[in-house]
């Protein structure tokens, strides 16, 4: 008998766990509560260093993973756990009994308008680095469209490394995105002026110190190194901003015609909740905790239940990928030894 | 200029405001220094620099202060420097800071004569 494995959340992470598990002959079920697959990268535009189409990895990973059973529209009711499998209920009033199950829940985008001094949802100039992707993608906001843009500044760390919005955790990609993003804008408005403004910029991955270089000499975006302080608008509907220039030891203000806030990654209220059903612990940065975070980060304490992707920490698209496939040969391994 | 007779003055603001810096002489910087902009403000040419101690000589303040609009204070420590060249020799990027000292003042000295 085919071995059923229940994979929680339709992103990149559950489709090429799927694909994958599909290629060892098991059988996945992939269960997501929205209506189409994907997740977040669905939603953005192209993805860095290379400008990959976002596009085309989820139809790469969809079209390999047609052989697997997906409900969308569908959550997990409750999951009961028995002698040595689960018998998980879906929202749709089927239920399935498995040995494994696979969290790729994902993460949350941090709601920017907690932020209140940034002005999110007060402004109309003011909008987040998801708004954004989507306007790459549709081409519709009303916040962009039909404006003259001269002046553009980027947010850094909105909701990450920040206790205050109880999230002390470095979100990782948003350094790479921000700048992925200004080159993108200052090809869209090639006059337009990009200032980001940064605490730290940490460009960890293969490529990322040249992309960083590559705006700064070829794109002229400029980078200012202070957290903004807060976000006024004056009568002409412009933003201004304030920060201080730690550099050069002085407060900075400046006028702009958009400001893009680059909103962290946090952990899904409804990963935490699904895992609470099966009373699997959180880490003290909210996301799941694997059984290890060195030689585990893929297994969760308890038998039969393991972990891939941003469920258990802010991650980019080759690292979640990565560890699915590695989430997916442990499954392999224990079934194999059962 | 008028003596201060109240016993109290009012300083002038040191905070930047970016909507009033004139960038043209520094994009004018940037054609013939590329890589001007690539300082990664890590510090090792100040550190290196033997006028430092004595003349507070920065040249990555220098390049910041001409990015703010601060230009008075860039060439006061510019003054000092020596074109030693040993900032050149210890920076990260690769920036010829040595022949940036001299690109900064063949360009902004242009105007000052005007």
């Given amino acids: 008998m085919k071995e059923i494995v229940v994979i929680i959340g339709g992103g990149i992470a559950g489709l090429e766990a799927a694909s994958k598990l599909l290629d060892l002959g098991y059988s996945p079920i992939i269960v997501e509560k929205s209506g189409r697959l994907g997740g977040h990268v669905a939603r953005w535009n192209r993805l860095f260093p290379d400008m990959t189409p976002a596009a085309d990895i989820v139809s790469e990973l969809t079209e390999r993973t047609k052989g697997a059973n997906i409900f969308l529209n569908t959550e997990i009711s409750f999951i009961n756990r028995l002698r040595d499998s689960y018998n998980i209920k879906l929202s749709n009033g089927i239920s399935i009994n498995t040995s494994y199950i696979l969290f790729t829940t994902g993460f949350s985008l941090f709601e920017a308008e907690k932020k209140e001094e940034y002005g999110y949802g007060v402004y109309d100039q003011v909008i987040t680095n998801g708004d954004l992707e989507q306007w790459f993608n549709t081409g519709e906001d009303h916040r962009i469209s039909g404006k003259e843009i001269g002046h553009i500044g980027f947010v850094h760390c909105v909701g990450s490394r920040d206790e205050k919005a109880r999230n002390s955790q470095c979100s990782k990609v948003c350094c790479i995105t921000a700048i992925k993003q200004a080159i993108e804008l200052k090809e869209k408005f090639p006059d337009a002026e990009i200032w980001c403004f940064y605490m730290d910029l940490r460009l960890f991955g293969k490529k990322f110190e040249d992309f960083y270089t590559k705006a700064q000499r070829d794109y002229g975006i400029h980078f200012i190194r202070g957290r903004v302080s807060e976000v006024s608008e004056n009568i002409e509907g412009k933003v201004i901003v304030k920060a201080e220039d730690t550099l050069a030891g002085k407060p900075i203000k400046i006028t702009l015609d958009l400001l893009v806030l680059m909103s962290g990654m946090v952990c899904s209220q409804d990963s935490t909740k699904t895992a609470g059903m099966l009373s699997l612990p959180v880490d003290s940065d909210g996301f799941l905790k694997s059984s290890d975070n060195v030689m585990h980060i893929t297994s969760s304490p308890k038998n039969g239940i393991f972990y891939a992707g941003a469920c258990t920490g802010p991650k980019t698209v080759p690292e979640t990928l990565a560890e699915a496939r590695s989430a997916v040969l442990e499954i392999h391994s224990h079934i194999s030894r059962k | 200029m008028m003596e201060n007779i109240f016993g109290f003055s009012i300083s002038p603001s040191s905070a930047i405001n970016m909507d009033k810096v004139d960038r043209a002489l520094f994009e004018e910087l940037c054609r013939v220094e590329p890589d001007a902009v690539r300082c990664m403000a890590c510090g090792s040419c100040s550190a290196t620099c033997p006028a430092a101690a004595f003349s507070g000589m920065s040249i990555r303040k220098v390049l910041l202060c001409l990015q703010r609009g601060k230009e008075k204070e ?33 360009i902004y000295g242009k105007e000052d004569t005007k």
């Avoid at chain 2, 060249?85 to 040595?98: F, H, L, S």
């Fill in chain 2, 74 to 106: 860039a060439f006061r420590m510019m003054s000092n420097c020596m074109l030693c060249g040993k900032c050149t020799m210890v920076c990260p990027r690769g920036i010829n800071t040595r022949r940036l000292v001299l690109s900064i003042s063949r």
